[in-house]
C-alpha cells in the first residue's frame, strides 16, 4: 500500500487502479469482545462501526495513511484466515465509510474528504459526456505538491504531474471517455461538471470566483484547516507593536474635547441612530478643532492593556469594537480643505492623538481625492479623506483563517462609529464601497503586503443643502 498524498506514482497513467484509504490523521479506537466496536475519528467527525468480526477490525485499523482497492483488502482479509462471510461484512463496512475515505486514481489523483458532510458518489457518465472543470476550482501549492480545491466542495484533491494534461483540458471540456476513472471522481468530488447546472443556477452565477472562496475559507464547515484563535507564531515570531511607531514629519497636535461637555451637547442616541446617512455634499470644510474632536471620540487609544493568560500579546482599548483587542487599524488623512489644517498627507497617532505629515507627492494626493470622488458616483467634492489600513501580521499572528475575515469586521464596526459620531456633532460622514490599494500604498509609504488600505471614509464639515444620502 502507498502512503496517502505521498509517494511517487505506482504505475504508469493509462492504467489508473481505483484505491481507498483513510487520512493519515485519522485514529482509529477498538471497543473489544467477541464483536469488535470501532470509532475512527478524523479532523472534522467521527463513524463508529459496531458488530465488527476481529479479522475485519484488523484489517480497517491499518487503513489511516494507506492506500489499496478494496478487492486487494477483502483479498488480505481471506490470506489472514478470514472468511468470505467476514469478506463481505469488510465490504459493507468500506460502504458504510465512503464518505470519509480517500479515493483515489492512481497515479493521478486522491480525493481526500476535508468536512463532516462529505460524500462521495460517482456520476453514471456517458462516454460522450462533456466535463468541464468548476469555474470556481482552484489549483495551489501545499506541501508535497499540487491541490485543487473549491468552495463547492468538501473534499481536497492532490494531483500528480501525470493529472496535470487532463486538468488543463478540463478547462475547455472534454469527453468522459477520455479518463473516465479520474473523470468521475472529480465530479465527484464537485471539482467538475458534466452539463451546465453550474452555468444556470442563479445562486451560483451570482458569486464572484474569489467571493465565494473567501466565503468559504474564513468560516468553519467546508475546510480542514487550521482555523481561530491558534497564535500559530507564538514563539516564533513577536507581536507587531501595539501601536503603529510614529512615522518621522511634522506634528500636529488636535484638540482634545471634553466629553463631558460633548455628550451634554449630543442629540438622544436614537436620534443619531434614525438620522444617521451618507452624506456627499458639504455646506463647507470642517475645521482642524472639529476634526479633532472626531477623531479623539472615535479612534483615539483610550489605554494599552498588558499581555494577560489568553491574551499574550499587548492589546489596546479604543472607542470602536476590534477583535481580540488587537486593533490592526491604521488611519491617514488625505486632506484637501480643512480650517486651520494644511492641505495634504497626515498619519493619525490614535496614542498621542496627533497628525503626522507625510511626504507625499501631491499627484498621488489628488489621485487619492480623486478616487474618492470616484467611489460616490462623481458627486462628492472630498474635503478630508479617510483612509483605513491593516497591518495585517498584527492579527494573523493570533487568527488562523479569519484574519482578513476579522479584518473587514473590525472595518465595518470602524465604520459605524465615524457614521454615529460624525452624526452627533453635525458633520457630514460618507463611508465609500471602494478604493486603490496599490495608490494608497504609494502615496503613504507602504508595503502593500505588510499594511495595505481596507477602507475609505469622507468627512465634511455641516451636510450640505438637498445633500443625497443614504
Known sequence: MTAVETGPPAVPADHPMLMVGLRADASVH?????????????????????????????????????LAGEDELAERLLAAGGTSEEAAVLYLALSRLRPILVHAVEPLLRVVPVARD???????????????????????????????????????????????????????????????????????????????????????????????????????????????????????????????????GPVVE???????????????????????RSVRRYAGPPTAARLGEFLYRAVRVRGLLAPAPGMPYEASSRPYPGGGAVYELELYLTVARCEGLDAGVYHYDPLGHR????????????????????????????????????????????????????????VGALYQTLYLVATAMGMAPCGLGSGDADLAARTFGLDWATESSVGDFLIGGAPGDAAPGS
Open 30 to 66: 477498538e471497543d473489544g469482545g467477541a464483536l469488535t466496536t470501532l470509532t475512527i475519528t478524523q479532523p472534522f467527525g467521527a463513524v463508529t462501526l459496531r458488530g465488527l468480526p476481529p479479522a475485519v477490525a484488523s484489517v480497517l485499523r491499518a487503513m489511516p495513511g494507506t
Open 118 to 248: 462529505a460524500a462521495f458518489d460517482p456520476p453514471v457518465l456517458d462516454p460522450g459526456d462533456v466535463v468541464r472543470l468548476s469555474r470556481f476550482a482552484l489549483v495551489r501549492a501545499a506541501a508535497g505538491g499540487l491541490v485543487l480545491e473549491s468552495p463547492l466542495s468538501r473534499h481536497r484533491v492532490t494531483l500528480t504531474e501525470e493529472a496535470m494534461p487532463l486538468l488543463a483540458a478540463l478547462g475547455r471540456g472534454v469527453t468522459a471517455k477520455e479518463a473516465p476513472e479520474a473523470i468521475g471522481h472529480l465530479v465527484a468530488a464537485g471539482m467538475a461538471r458534466a452539463g451546465d447546472e453550474e452555468d444556470r443556477d442563479p445562486a451560483l452565477r451570482a458569486w464572484d470566483f474569489h467571493d465565494l472562496l473567501f466565503h468559504a475559507r474564513s468560516r468553519m464547515g467546508r475546510h480542514d484547516q487550521p482555523f481561530g484563535a491558534t497564535f500559530r507564531f507564538l514563539g516564533e515570531l513577536p507581536p507587531a507593536p501595539v501601536v503603529k511607531p510614529v512615522p518621522e
Open 254 to 276: 488636535l484638540h482634545r474635547p471634553s466629553l463631558e461637555e460633548a455628550a451634554a451637547a449630543d442629540p438622544p442616541f436614537t436620534t443619531v441612530l434614525e438620522s444617521r
Open 355 to 410: 497628525l503626522v505629515l507625510l511626504p507625499a507627492k501631491p499627484e498621488d494626493a489628488r489621485a487619492m481625492l480623486a478616487a474618492a470622488r470616484l467611489a460616490t458616483g462623481g458627486v462628492a467634492d472630498p474635503d478630508v479623506l479617510i483612509t483605513i489600513t491593516s497591518r495585517f501580521q498584527r492579527v494573523s499572528w493570533k487568527y488562523s483563517g479569519l484574519a482578513y475575515a476579522a479584518t473587514l469586521k473590525n
